[in-house]
C-alpha cells in the first residue's frame, strides 16, 4: 500500500461510489474489483480501487448486468457496443420526446398571445413526456378492503413481499385493473414450453421477436431454456399488453436472471409497463433501481401496500432488502415448504 495515498474503509468507499457496501462486496466477490489489504488484514480501497469502482458504477447505470460488466471490463469490445447502441437509441427517443413537448408547448404559447386558453388536457399532454397510466382498486383478501392507487405507473414495477403478505394477490388484482393486462402464473412452462411452441409457429411475427429477444439474452450470456422462450413470448406479446408476472426468475439460472432484467431496463422511458413479482437479488438490485422503475412492497402485517424508495434508511427498504437473495440461495430452497410440528 502507498502510504501517501488515502485509503477508504468500504463503507467509505460505498459512500462515496454512492452504492451500498453490500453491492460493493458482491462486485469483489465476483472479482470485479480487488481491494487492498491493511497489514491487519482490513479491506481498503486506494485511488486505483475508487476508480475501478467509478468505472463499475458507470457501467451499472447504463444497464449491464453482473456477467456483462465482468466482460467488457476484460474488453469485450462488442458487448460494450451492443450497450451503447441501445443507450443511445435510448437517448435519442428522449430527445424526440423533448422535440414534441417544446413544439406542443410552443403551440400553447401561440394559442394564449392569440387570446386562446389551453384546455386542461392540452397542458398536461404538454407536460408529460409519456400518457400517465394509473390505476385504483380496493384491495382483496387478506386486506380488508383499502383503497390501493397507483397514480403515474412506471415501466419496470417490482412487487415484493415475505410469504403470505398476499402480493400474489395484489398481481393478480392488478392484471384484472390494468388496461390491457395479463397474469402470467408459474404454470407458464408446465408442460416443457410445448404451447408456447405451438403459439409461436401459428404466428410468425411473434416467433421473430421472440427470436430475435432470445438471440440479444443470449449474446448478454442468457442460458436457451424452456423457461426463459416461454417468459420471451409474454414480454413479446401484443405491443399494447401489461404482463403482471409471477416471480420473473422462475426456472432461469442467475446469468439469465442478470441478463433479463438487463434487457428490460433497456427498453427506455416509453416502454409499456411491466410488472412483476420477485424474490432474486440478481432481478432486483437494490443499487441498479432507476427513475423508470418502482418497487411495491406488500408488507407482512398486511398493511396497505406501499412504494419503496430504493435508499438505505427510506421507509420499507430493510423490508424489501430482507425479501430478497441471490440466484444461488433461491436455488437451494425452491419448492421447500415450511413445515412445524404439531
Known sequence: MNAAARFLSPSEAARQLGISAKALRLYEERGLIAPSRTPAGW???GPAEMARGAEIVALRALGLGIGE???VLSGDAAVL??????????????????????????????????????????????????????VAFDLPWPWGGERFELRDVKPLNYIVGPLGSGKTRLAQRLAEALPNASFVGLDRAADGGAAVRARLDADPAHKARVDA?????????????????????????????????????????AA???????????????????????????????????????????????????????????????????????????????????????
Request: glycine share 6%; proline share 6%.
Open 213 to 253: 429477444s432470445l438471440a440479444a439474452h443470449l449474446a448478454d450470456g442468457a442460458v436457451e431454456t424452456p423457461a426463459l422462450t416461454t417468459l420471451l413470448a409474454e414480454l413479446e406479446a401484443d405491443g399494447d399488453a401489461i404482463p403482471v408476472i409471477d416471480m420473473l426468475e422462475h426456472g432461469l439460472d
Open 43 to 45: 479491506r481498503a480501497y
Open 69 to 71: 460488466l465482468a466482460r
Open 81 to 134: 457496443d451492443r450497450v451503447l447502441a441501445a443507450h443511445e437509441a435510448t437517448l435519442e427517443a428522449r430527445v424526440r420526446q423533448c422535440g414534441d413537448s417544446i413544439a406542443r408547448v410552443r403551440a400553447l404559447r401561440a394559442d394564449l398571445g392569440g387570446g386562446k386558453m389551453p384546455a386542461a388536457r392540452e397542458i398536461i399532454g404538454a407536460v408529460r413526456a409519456r400518457p400517465a397510466i394509473a
Open 256 to 342: 439469465s436472471q442478470e441478463a433479463v432484467i438487463a434487457q428490460l431496463r433497456r427498453r427506455g422511458p416509453q416502454a409499456q409497463p411491466l410488472f412483476f413479482l420477485t424474490r432474486s437479488s440478481a432481478i432486483l438490485d437494490l443499487d441498479a433501481v432507476g427513475d423508470d422503475e418502482a418497487i411495491i412492497l406488500c408488507p407482512a402485517n398486511h398493511s396497505v401496500p406501499v412504494c419503496v424508495t430504493p435508499v438505505p434508511g427510506a421507509v420499507g427498504y430493510e423490508a424489501v432488502a430482507t425479501c430478497l437473495a441471490s440466484p444461488q440461495v433461491r436455488a437451494r430452497t425452491e419448492g421447500m415448504i415450511a413445515w412445524r410440528p404439531a
